[in-house]
């Protein structure tokens, strides 16, 4: 049916739409594909799962689930975080000049908040001190400022 609903639009636009016609090659469906298909997504699932049991943030689960299905093996930390600032429209960037490092630790701007990571841990710059901080709390405070 889909088929003859696509020959169908290409034939009422006009000349070139015929031409097209040759363009098409149908998918190939058989048992095996869709069992191999349909095998990958439940493999895709279960690993998906296995993720959020690990992560108790939200902001942190959905970015490495991104990067598990762009078959990103095992991301690291900061490639969380920067998937999570992309991902929400938020700039992240290493911070440079003299405050640019705090003990040994890169600093970065998650937006205009001054962080650092240490193992799997975020530390913000809030009220004078270096705090621990929440990746879905970050997010939150980087939208205020």
Known sequence: MY???MMAQLASQGGNGIAKLADL????LGYHSVLARRSLQEKQKVQEAF???DYTSLGETAARIRLQRRNVAEPTFRDVVEELARERDIVFQPRMGANATKDGKQVFL??????FMEDDVVFCYID?????????LL???ARKS
């Open 25 to 28: 090659e149908p998918e190939r």
């Open 51 to 53: 993720v959020k049991m």
């Open 3 to 5: 088929s003859v609903l």
């Open 139 to 141: 997010v939150e405070r």
């Open 128 to 136: 004078s001190s270096w705090k621990p901080i929440s990746l879905d």
């Open 110 to 115: 998650f937006g205009e908040l001054p962080m």
